[in-house]
């Protein structure tokens, strides 16, 4: 299972403490959502033993702009994620294949319908569900946070879309572990299952756009390998 | 009163949790059985926080890092980890937790789960962002004292003093 954290200058925590932290509460790996950050991945991988995966996440005030850090961002880093949080930017997610994972499309102003998430089924676009406000706020704030994911979960379950689970921590203080988040998620009313699938997706993401990175991926279905026969 | 027959006598899980804070967080028992009780409040409700009764049995925190054990009904362990998981700051100060393990007795709790201390502290200059700073180092973390707070780092984000 993996967890995507905003490193620091993002968050005040170092990819190599989010790796260490992560190694010990149990996870897999540690998906590094870099804005500014720019840690030496090999060594924190090696120095954690556990997979750190490069990632970038756009954040910015309207698709016209998110767009333009999509096409730049995209060539460099394993997996890409744009923060939702207004209904144009997370109708820009949805409709766009190059990006991996819709993230905090409940936040702020931001609201989700059933059109967006067939978009993003089809897409293959993942829709994040934000754990952050569960386990750090309090009173109206969770409130809504809560009312935002249980209209996003019955809504992803109908149109059988893809997911991902993340608490969104910005310092190695606010990791949970797995377990935790399962249990946390259990309260809130989603299926333990669902909640480690969705904690799963983020290391498979990150498979599946290594393997398409990879020099012998040429498209889906065709790969440069030995001539048989 | 007149002590309970044994089979009506509450069964409890003990969870022991570890815990982490910066370096210059100071918390007491006393407040983290308070943020315990507020998130089992807030989190499963006046019900739920009654049906778990969590209560902190030992606690000892020092110098950015600690152990406790949090007893909790037997039945209640899912709930109670989430009410755990739930606490992101005591006394004003965020903290870190895991829970390490569960066990049946208090003694076993301690004896699997928190036998060992957190490792010893050093304090000393790290050069952290081409910057002297004043580094909390165990266990090869570093906390990094800055202008705007602490920062998580590991030895590994360091680079080596060259004068």
Known sequence: MYEAVH????????????????????????????RDATPDYDAVREASGIDVVDAAEVVAPDPERASGAVGGLRPEHTLLSVRGGTDRLNRFAVEHERVDVLT????????????????????????????????????????????????????????????????????HLELRAPRELVAV??????????????????????????HRQSESFIGPGVERGRRDG | MKHLPKHLQPRWRYLAVGLEAWPDADLTRGDFQRAVWY??????GDPGSADADLRVLSFEFGAGAGAAVVRVRRGEVGPARAALACVSEVNGHPVGLWVRGVSGTVRACEERYLGRRAGVRAERRVVFENDRRRGYVRDGNVDVAGPKGFTGAAELDLESEST
């Open chain 1, 7 to 34: 490193a620091h200058p993002d968050g005040s925590a170092t990819a190599a403490r989010f790796a260490a932290t992560a190694a010990r509460t149990g996870y897999d790996g540690v998906v590094i959502r870099a």
């Open chain 1, 104 to 171: 905090r499309p409940m936040a702020d102003d931001g609201d989700v319908n059933h059109v967006l998430t067939n978009c993003a089924a089809e897409n293959g676009v993942r829709i994040e569900f934000d754990f952050g406000p569960v386990l750090r706020s309090t009173g109206g704030e969770r409130v809504r946070a809560l009312r935002g994911l249980r209209k996003l979960r019955e809504l992803v379950a109908d149109a059988d879309a893809p997911f991902v689970v993340s608490a969104n921590p910005a310092s």
């Open chain 1, 185 to 210: 998620g259990e309260v809130v009313g989603f299926d333990p299952e669902t909640v480690r699938a969705g904690l799963r997706e983020w290391g498979a993401l990150a498979e599946r756009n290594r």
């Open chain 2, 39 to 44: 998130a089992a409040g807030n989190l499963l």
